[in-house]
């Protein structure tokens, strides 16, 4: 099983568990790891990463503490995917299938992801922290395909509503986000809009890693309403 983890020419035993951690949430969310799907014993995928097997028990510690594992004894761990929990999954009902309108979703977020934005800066540890700017930095790579910088921006949001540490917001963002990446067509993401949307994550960073909530948030409502406009005039 393998986890692309960006570290150029150093050895895989320098892998620390957030990079694990984000690698496999990269995997996931991005369909490499479908739901369902049982992980190698810890033992053959800690050797396929050439890391420590409690190197990799804190990758999946924090990839359990944000839904996107099940890990039981006898059963082995299994990949859950974004919303698994019951009571999160109650919470989207009213929400509506995959196609439920755009703007609707759009009009979703610009709700909800500025007070989630607030809620990471004002929560979110120096390890959550470093993380996100580590994601950040991968979206800047110029040599990404469209589907590639998709997936990190969709990361990188899912990221900021997990550091809100609210499972329930996570669930929600990801059943608004499923909807808009229905939605969305192929020449949405042309490099020009790429260079905004990385402008515009900067500054939502730049406000979290300073712990300014009300910074956070408006940075957060400002990309949403260009993700508005860029969207609906596409």
Known sequence: MDFHTDRGNESPQALKPDEIALSMEEAIIGGKLAPDTKLPPETVL??????????????LRKLEVRGLIDRRRGRGTIVQGPAAHPHEVALTD????TDAPLWQALEVRACVEPPVAALAADRASEVDLRHLARLEQRMSDTGLSPSQFAILDQLFHRTIAVYSHNPMLVSLLDRVTEIITVSRQSPYLTAARQQSSIKEHHAILAAILDHDPARASDAASHHIDSLRSRLVSH
């Open 94 to 97: 009213g929400l509506g299938g």
């Open 46 to 59: 800690a050797r396929e990463l050439g890391v420590s097997r409690s190197t990799l028990r804190d990758a």
